[in-house]
């Protein structure tokens, strides 16, 4: 899964994202529910280790 630049800033302010894919070997949908707790934190952590 990847994500653009448009995308990042809103999941830094979202509190979960939620997502729907199919399984591979049968088919049936599946939503997926994921808690975005601390992601911006991890964000700002990764930028920083990043600048250094």
Do not use: Y
């Not at 830094?12 to 601390?38: H, M, R």
């Not at 964000?43 to 280790?49: D, G, I, K, M, N």
């Amino acid at each position: 899964m990847a994500f653009d630049a448009k995308i990042a800033p809103l999941l830094e302010v979202a509190s979960t994202l939620k997502i729907n894919a199919v399984t591979a070997d049968t088919g049936p949908p599946v939503s997926l529910t994921i808690s975005l707790a601390g992601f911006s934190g991890a964000v700002t952590r990764s930028a920083e280790l990043s600048a250094d």
